[in-house]
């Protein structure tokens, strides 16, 4: 019989049903395999099933707290894309397992299919990125003229920003968004400290 396999801090892991995401199903439903071999790193697969938790959180980074009150062994997570890699990888009992850091965490869906993000990320559905504007004799405008205008924009999903709520459009650092495609639909992680204002309505 083999012995338990324990992950001892701040970190799970998870099973994935391929390293990458190597199909792409047209809307009429036709797959279509992409060549993984060029740029790899970009088609790792950035989901997996939780199959292990930490059996001890150091709870130094606000972000860890309570993961074992909100995820739980079965939950589907989303992570960074580096995730993914022969040196996370974990064989054990002919089962292959990949070493996820809790840090890496972006977001999950539980048993209900809710998505819900992690810690300290929220998550954004991009809005639009509007490009430096040009006043009528075609020279660019100063930066700060153009003021949030050329900002990055999005339609805040959900996360623990208190001043927003789902719907609410938002400004943040155009270099904090982490881009994900989940479940068909563009998403991005992004820390709370780098969404920056609330646009009225």
């Excluded at 083999?2 to 009429?28: C, G, K, Q, R």
């Excluded at 999903?157 to 943040?172: I, M, N, P, R, T």
Aim: with cysteine.
């Amino acid at each position: 019989m083999t012995n338990p396999l324990y992950i001892p801090v701040n970190a799970i892991l998870v099973s994935v049903e391929s390293e990458y995401d190597d199909v792409v199903i047209a809307p009429e439903g036709t797959a279509f395999y992409q060549d993984t071999t060029w740029r790899p790193d970009f088609h790792r697969t950035i989901t997996g099933k939780v199959e292990i938790l930490p059996q001890r959180i150091n709870n130094d980074d606000a972000g860890f707290q309570g993961i074992k009150d909100v995820i739980r062994r079965g939950d589907q997570v989303y992570f960074h894309y580096l995730s993914v890699s022969a040196e996370k990888r974990v064989v054990w009992d002919e089962k292959t397992f990949y070493n996820v850091p809790l840090t890496s965490i972006l977001c999950y869906k539980d048993s209900s299919g809710v998505m819900n993000p992690y810690g300290t990320w929220c998550l954004i559905i991009p809005a639009k990125y509007l490009l430096p504007e040009k006043d009528r004799s075609g020279f660019y405008v100063p930066l700060s003229e153009r003021l949030i205008t050329c900002k990055y924009r999005g339609i805040y999903y959900k996360g623990c920003v208190a001043a927003l709520s789902q719907g609410d459009e938002c400004g943040f650092w155009g270099l904090a968004p982490m881009a994900n495609t989940i479940d068909g639909e563009e998403i991005w992680a992004i820390k709370e400290n780098y969404i920056y204002l609330k646009y009225g309505k």
